[in-house]
C-alpha cells in the first residue's frame, strides 16, 4: 500500500487480537501511535479490566474516561480509554432508558453484575458500543478521532467478542439492545474496520493465528494485518546457524575467531560460546518452520523485531515506526 493510499484508507476501527503472550496490547499501543503520525488523533481503547495500557504507558490507571497519553510523529495525539462493563452499562441505560440514579441503584444492588454474567452477549454489545460510539463521534465538523484501536480479546475469544448479532440473537430480538447490536455488525463487517492478528514465530501461536483467520473469514469479518511480533534476528551467517543448531560448531575454529577479535578465552569460555550458538540456532531454526506455516495466507505478514531492552515507551515508538515503514496501515 503506498503513502497516498494509506491517507485515503477507509480504516476507522484497527481491532488487534492475538494469542495470550505474543505482545497484543504492545501491538495495538503501537499501532496507535503509528496511525497518530501527521497530526492525526488515535483512541486506543482496551476491554480486559488489565490496565496493560497504563503500564505500558507508564501512566496512572485509566478512568472510565478518554485521556491523552502519547504524543505521535508529526504532532499526532493517542489518547486511550478503559471501557468498564458496568459503567458502559450505566451509561447506556441514562441514554436509552433515562435510569440515572436508579441505574446506579440497580448497581448497588449486583443486578447489573449479574445481568453481564448470565448475558455475556450483552456485556459483549456494551463494550464494543463504546468503541462503535467513539468511532462514529463528531466534534466541531469533523470525526472525533481519525482512528480507534481497539485492545480486543485474545483469538480464542474474539470470533464470540465480535459476532455480537448472534450472541444477543436469543436473548434481545427487539428493542435498543438487538438495534445496537446490528448497527454494531455493520461497522465490524464493512470496509472501515479491519481485525489484525499478532503472533509470534511459536507452533501454538501460529496455529491458533490460522484457526482464528478461518473464523473471521466465515464470519466475513474485514481481514487486517498478520503481525509477527518479537522476530529474533540471525546473528550467525546461513552455514554457521546449521553447524550450530547439529552441534557441529568446530571449537578450534570459535577460539581461533575469538583470538582474531583480540579476545583471550579458555575451554569453557568457548563450550559456552557454543552452547549459547546452538540454542540460538534452533530458536532461528524454529522461527523459519513456523514462518513457512504463514506463507500464502491472504492478508499481509509483518514482522517486528524483539526489543533487546524490552517494551518501554521508547520501544514502543521503535514498533511504531516499523508499523508505519511496513506501508501497510
Known amino acids: 500500500m503506498t503513502t497516498d493510499a494509506r491517507r485515503r484508507s477507509p480504516v476507522r476501527l484497527h481491532v488487534v487480537s492475538g494469542k495470550g503472550g505474543t505482545g497484543k496490547t504492545t501491538v495495538a ?11 492525526k488523533r488515535v483512541l486506543l481503547c482496551e476491554v480486559e479490566g488489565r490496565q496493560g495500557i497504563a503500564s505500558l504507558f507508564d501512566v496512572a490507571p485509566l478512568p472510565y474516561a478518554e485521556r491523552r497519553i502519547a504524543v505521535g510523529s508529526d504532532g ?30 440497580l448497581d448497588r444492588f449486583g443486578v ?30 469533523r470525526s472525533a478521532y481519525d482512528a480507534v484501536v481497539l485492545d ?3 483469538t480464542g475469544r474474539i470470533g464470540r467478542f465480535l459476532n455480537v448479532n448472534t450472541e444477543v440473537a436469543g436473548i434481545a430480538k427487539t428493542g435498543p439492545i438487538r438495534r445496537q447490536a446490528s448497527s454494531i455488525m455493520q461497522l465490524l463487517t464493512s470496509d472501515k474496520t479491519r481485525v489484525h492478528l499478532v503472533t509470534s514465530l511459536e507452533e501454538m501461536a501460529v496455529q491458533e493465528t490460522l484457526d482464528a483467520l478461518d473464523e473471521l473469514t466465515r464470519l466475513r469479518l474485514g481481514l487486517g494485518v498478520v503481525i509477527v511480533n518479537a522476530v529474533t534476528e540471525p546473528h550467525l551467517p546461513g552455514e554457521a546457524i546449521d553447524e550450530a543448531a547439529t552441534g557441529q560448531l568446530d571449537e578450534a575454529r570459535v577460539a581461533a575467531s575469538l583470538k582474531e577479535a583480540g579476545v583471550g578465552a579458555d575451554a569453557s569460555v568457548v563450550a559456552g560460546l557454543i552452547a549459547v550458538g546452538a540454542e540460538h540456532a534452533v530458536r532461528i531454526r524454529l522461527q523459519e518452520e513456523q514462518r513457512n506455516r504463514l ?14 531492552e524490552g517494551v518501554d515507551l521508547g520501544g514502543l515508538y521503535e514498533l511504531a515506526h516499523e508499523l508505519r515503514e511496513s506501508q501497510e496501515f
Not at 116 to 129: F, K, M, N, Y
Open 295 to 308: 506463507e500464502g495466507i491472504r492478508p499481509a505478514v509483518v514482522e517486528l523485531p524483539a526489543l533487546n
Open 76 to 105: 499526532g495525539e493517542v489518547s486511550a480509554l478503559a471501557i468498564d462493563t458496568e459503567a458502559a452499562l450505566l451509561e447506556y441505560l441514562a441514554m436509552f432508558y433515562h435510569l440515572g440514579r436508579a441505574g446506579k441503584l
Open 29 to 39: 499501543a503501537a499501532l496507535a501511535l503509528a496511525l497518530a503520525s501527521g497530526g
Open 112 to 141: 447489573i453484575d449479574f445481568a453481564t454474567t448470565v448475558a455475556p452477549g450483552v456485556r459483549d454489545v456494551l463494550l464494543i458500543g463504546k468503541v462503535y460510539e467513539a468511532t462514529r463521534r463528531s466534534e466541531r465538523g
Open 152 to 154: 480486543a480479546p485474545p
